[in-house]
């Protein structure tokens, strides 16, 4: 009999081996989830600043498209060592200087402009009148209103700008007025230079 409960009491112990198999089996397991878990919350992490920073790439490419004015690269073709013309839809001209150019406005100083002058002389026979017509240029800023020498023009009013050439007759003729009126503009004598090349003529205001 004893030797039927030794041998009863030692079966148990021939099993251990096995459930620490299993312990160590299902411990494996539980750390390698783990590790997975821990790889699947990095990658995520990973993947969440991707899309975060591709994000904000997007949103600079679109605020940077925003803010380019196409009037920016016009502005560029100015050549501010020379002067510009001014062509208006009504046909009116304006000669100076731009000094900026946007998708609203141009500005433009130091500013002249064509008229013409019309001078009605009788003949010998006093039978008939003859006209001498000349074209001038005119020094902006002695008109009755007595503009200043600026003026913002409304870009929808423009039909195209142009920069002159120094050789120009639009330009030696605003050099010889320079010449001619030396310092700020005195509007008590305008002077208006012919930009046929006859001359200059000089009117007194009253």
Same mark, same amino acid.
């Given at each position: 009999m004893d030797f039927m409960n030794r041998g $009863?009491?030692?079966?148990?112990?021939?099993?251990?081996? %096995?459930?620490? #198999?299993?312990?160590? &089996?299902?411990?494996?397991?539980?750390?390698?989830?783990?590790?997975?878990?821990?790889?699947?919350?990095?990658?995520?992490?990973?993947?969440?600043l991707l899309i975060t920073?591709?994000?904000?790439?997007?949103?600079?490419?679109? $605020?940077?498209?925003?803010?380019?004015?196409?009037?920016? %690269?016009?502005? #560029?073709?100015?050549? &501010?060592?020379?002067?510009?013309?001014?062509?208006l839809t009504n046909g009116q001209v304006y000669f100076g200087h731009i000094k900026s150019v946007d998708s609203q406005s141009i500005q433009l100083s130091d500013i002249y402009y064509l008229t013409t002058n019309?001078?009605?002389?009788?003949?010998t026979n006093q039978a008939s009148a003859a006209s001498n017509t000349g074209v001038q240029l005119v020094k902006l800023g002695c008109e009755l209103h007595a503009p200043e020498d600026s003026m913002t023009i409304n870009r929808s009013q423009?039909?195209?700008?142009?920069?002159?050439?120094?050789?120009?007759?639009?330009?030696?003729?605003?050099?010889?007025?320079k010449d001619q009126n030396p310092g700020a503009q005195n509007?008590?004598?305008?002077?208006t230079t012919d930009t046929t090349g006859t001359g200059t003529t000089t009117t007194t205001k009253q």
């Open positions: $009863a009491s030692q079966q148990p112990a021939h099993n251990q081996p %096995n459930n620490d #198999k299993a312990s160590a &089996s299902v411990s494996a397991k539980g750390e390698s989830k783990f590790q997975t878990r821990k790889l699947v919350k990095a990658g995520s992490f990973v993947l969440l920073a591709l994000v904000a790439a997007l949103l600079i490419v679109i $605020a940077t498209s925003k803010t380019t004015d196409p009037s920016e %690269n016009e502005a #560029k073709l100015v050549n &501010s060592a020379n002067m510009q013309a001014v062509f019309t001078q009605v002389q009788p003949n423009v039909t195209f700008w142009e920069n002159l050439k120094t050789t120009g007759q639009v330009a030696a003729a605003v050099k010889t007025y509007c008590s004598t305008s002077s």
